[in-house]
């Protein structure tokens, strides 16, 4: 019986370049490298053997000195074997980064437990036969896995056999399983068929590229990103890596292991009489006391009192300067009440009355012309309420982050 950890997917160097602010983006690109030691401490309470990798250890094919010094620095510190494939963005092949001297030396001076395994060929373990399958290219036009299809394992060999590849398989129902992001339709390059290999040959096919903990096979599974790098979909369990108890012959032992530390939410909110109120409540209640370590997309619909709008827009930016990342989606209509109405429209300055009767006028003209009333509605009774010594957003104590 073997245990060893699955990840992948790493991705160090990620620009996050969504993330406006250079702080908070600096945030999210250093626990990168700490869920890197995270692993560590999954293997050491699990006693695994070993570590594998299954591609995209890197962003970039060129990743920065100081981004693979930091890298093999926190590969170094997990204390055992890390065994690692390249993926589509890291790929293999002359040339490439896994052959720079920069990278050699650091490897040598601070990982020399990371062993890169650019071969298509058995590599033998104590305790376990890895088999692993490169992507030589980024786009690679054959399955990465062909090979195994002649693998001829030696007689009498008990130790499990262990497949470690990235790309795209076909799972649930048919459906191409893999990550598109850049652009690309998964099952177009480096896809992998696992109904082509002979299943009952190998115990564990460790693959990387989908980004959340998924089995996609009685033994194959997708162990997703170490730490959260996308809002993700439903189906999706990112954050996690898989701890993996194997043996010759048998069913694996795979436990979803939580190494993440930021939380990506998703959430969509319709406002209505409770107003900023229900958006406060909803925001507490997804992010916790933890709300600084949270990136937020949120989609606003529904309809507010001009007052309302205006604590809305303090609300909202108070959230926004707390988030790490905050994606707004805007749909919010403007509903003033009557004597909203009425003070705008009925002012002692009659040019104000008329600018603003204009105004509500053009709402129900929809398009952008509507768009650009309502913001101007929104300015001129915030500039009159300043006038008449009121504070145009007054939202409660303690509600805002």
Not at 256 to 262: D, Q, R, S
Request: charge should be negative; hydrophobic fraction near 40%; glycine fraction near 10%.
């Amino acid at each position: 019986m073997t245990t060893f950890i699955h990840s992948a997917d790493w991705q160090l160097g990620k620009p996050f370049a969504r993330i406006a602010d250079d702080e908070q983006r600096g945030r999210v690109q250093r626990e990168r490298l700490e869920a890197v030691r995270r692993i560590g401490e999954v293997a050491r309470d699990r006693k695994a053997s070993f570590v594998v990798v299954a591609g995209d250890l890197f962003d970039s094919a060129t990743p920065k000195d100081a981004t693979i010094s930091h890298a093999l620095a926190a590969i170094g510190s997990i204390g055992v074997p890390v065994y690692a494939i390249p993926g589509n963005h890291d790929h293999g092949g002359p040339n490439s980064l896994w052959e720079r001297s920069f990278f050699l030396r650091q490897q040598e001076a601070v990982a020399p437990n990371f062993h890169m395994l650019l071969k298509r060929q058995p590599v033998e373990l104590d305790d376990a036969l890895l088999l692993p399958c490169p992507l030589l290219r980024r786009h690679e036009p054959d399955d990465p896995t062909t090979w195994l299809r002649r693998f001829e394992p030696a007689s009498g060999d008990q130790r499990p056999r262990i497949v470690i590849a990235h790309g795209s398989t076909r799972s649930f129902g048919g459906t191409a399983l893999g990550n598109s992001v850049d652009g690309e339709e998964a099952g177009q390059a480096n896809a992998i068929d696992l109904d082509r290999l002979a299943m009952g040959q190998f115990d564990y096919i460790a693959l990387g590229d989908w980004h959340g903990f998924v089995k996609v096979g009685e033994k194959a599974w997708y162990s997703g990103a170490h730490e959260i790098d996308r809002f993700p979909k439903a189906d999706q369990l990112p954050g996690h890596v898989a701890a993996v108890t194997v043996s010759r012959g048998g069913i694996p032992g795979v436990e979803g292991v939580p190494t993440g530390k930021f939380r990506w939410l998703t959430n969509e909110v319709a406002l209505g009489e409770d107003g900023p109120e229900l958006l406060e409540r909803v925001l507490r209640e997804a992010t916790g006391p933890r709300y600084d370590d949270c990136l937020v997309e949120l989609v606003l619909t529904g309809s507010v009192s001009l007052v309302d709008r205006s604590r809305l827009d303090t609300l909202l930016a108070d959230w926004r300067a707390g988030l790490v990342r905050f994606d707004l989606e805007d749909r919010v209509t403007l509903a003033p009440t009557e004597e909203e109405v009425r003070s705008l429209t009925n002012r002692h300055d009659p040019i104000i009355s008329r600018v603003a009767g204009e105004l509500f006028s053009r709402i129900d003209a929809g398009g952008d012309e509507a768009a650009v009333a309502r913001g101007a509605i929104r300015l001129l009774h915030g500039l009159c309420r300043n006038a008449d010594g009121a504070s145009p957003a007054n939202p409660p104590q303690g509600a805002t982050p």
